[in-house]
């Protein structure tokens, strides 16, 4: 690795030994320390690409989309989307080769994620939605100019139909899923050394060979329950509103994804109408969630049931008489209970119980 190491963290559990040989290559820990973050799992892919495939000396790299595609089992939309964000990030740069040749894209030195670095991808961002809002805006115009043009009324309806579902996008603020998800990751950004000072707190939960012994019973805080079945996901793609195939073909996403995703845009106050639609593209896509409402989902579901039972009493209590007195929810509760549940979870768990969210009983 390149410098700019962090330091250990006191009680760290995690031990690792690079014996890697020759053929290898390396990536700034900045990228995971502060960017990964934002950028995700798709963004650190392919930056990891890049980097691999760079010329040492030129620090340039010009793979195919088509080979981005086959090889990382990306489609080309998605490769589009994140290689704009790395842009944006300003950890590579990218030559249009045009139709006839590869793009070529250089690896830039690592910036640190600052104010200006989050406010220059703001921008970018917001330069991008007025971008479309504009090119949408052409195609209204032209829509029109045609049907202006057609004398038949059913071909000038389509047209008008068209320009139409345009105008609604507009009004609706057109923002592609991918750009609300990394407005989401900048709202919530920790850097790694933020989660290290969580984990102190916490208890440590390791294996070590041995002889078979009996297993104690631990506590129902501890998070060991078994992974709930694709049963549970289906029930609640079907709470939300997601049936038919769409639920057929993400019975086996991971429940608390579902549950995340679903609570996040409880959060947004997205539209119903547009709640089912978008959630599947966010599972289809395998798009994390954010963290607050990612972390809240796994521990619900590991909860047992007077656990939770005990959580919603205290909420009520605190919506009838603690707001009052305390700055948040967590504060209001016991420093006994649920000590593993981040205060940043707890504050979730309240706005999400004022706009009457589904928590399920699993």
């Known amino acids: 690795m390149t410098n700019d190491v962090s330091p250990e963290p006191e009680n760290n559990t995690l031990i690792i030994r690079d014996r890697r040989g020759r053929s290898q290559f390396s990536i700034h820990n900045r990228i995971i320390d502060q960017w990964f973050p934002i950028i995700g799992p798709y963004g650190y892919s392919l930056y990891s690409l890049y980097v691999r495939m760079a010329d040492q000396e030129s620090e340039k790299s010009y793979p195919s989309i088509r080979m981005i595609a086959s ?22 740069h990218i030559q249009d080769g045009g139709r006839t040749k590869s793009n070529t894209y250089y690896i830039l030195d690592i910036p640190e994620v600052n104010d200006d670095a989050i406010e220059h991808l703001q921008q970018q961002i917001q330069f991008d939605i007025k ?38 996008k507009i009004d609706s603020g057109i923002i592609p899923p991918i750009l609300i998800t990394i407005l989401d990751r900048i709202d919530n950004w920790q850097p790694i050394k933020a989660h290290w000072s969580k984990t102190k707190q916490k208890a440590v939960i390791t294996t070590i060979p041995a002889a078979p012994t009996p297993q104690p019973q631990l506590p129902i805080t501890e998070i060991q329950k078994a992974k709930p079945s ?24 991971y429940p608390e994804n579902a549950l995340a995703w679903y609570w996040t ?37 590991s909860l047992d ?22 700055d948040s929810f967590a504060q209001f509760l016991p420093e006994e209970f649920l ?24």
């Not at 090889?71 to 590579?92: E, F, K, V």
């Not at 038919?244 to 019975?251: C, E, H, I």
């Open 339 to 362: 000590p593993d549940l981040y205060e940043e979870s707890l504050n979730v768990f309240y706005q999400l119980y004022k706009s009457n969210a589904y928590f399920t009983d699993w």
């Open 305 to 326: 049931p007077s656990d939770r039972e005990i959580l919603r009493a205290h909420v009520h209590s605190y919506t009838a008489t603690g707001t009052n007195t305390h």
């Open 71 to 92: 090889h990382m089992g990306m489609g080309a939309a998605t490769i589009s989307d994140y290689n704009r964000i790395l842009a944006w990030c300003r950890l590579i």
């Open 230 to 253: 694709s049963h549970h996901t289906t029930n609640l793609l079907d709470h939300i509103g997601i049936v038919g195939k769409n639920a057929k073909l993400l019975s086996t996403t």
């Open 131 to 168: 971008r479309r809002t504009k090119q949408a805006q052409i195609k209204i115009k032209n829509l029109h100019d045609k049907a202006r043009k057609i004398i038949i009324n059913a071909e000038k309806q389509k047209l008008l139909t068209k320009a139409q579902a345009y105008q609604t």
């Open 265 to 301: 845009v409880l959060l947004e106050e997205m539209n119903e109408k547009y709640i089912p639609g978008y959630i599947v593209n966010q599972l289809k896509t395998q798009t994390p969630p954010p963290v607050n409402t990612a972390d809240l989902a796994s521990k619900w579901l």
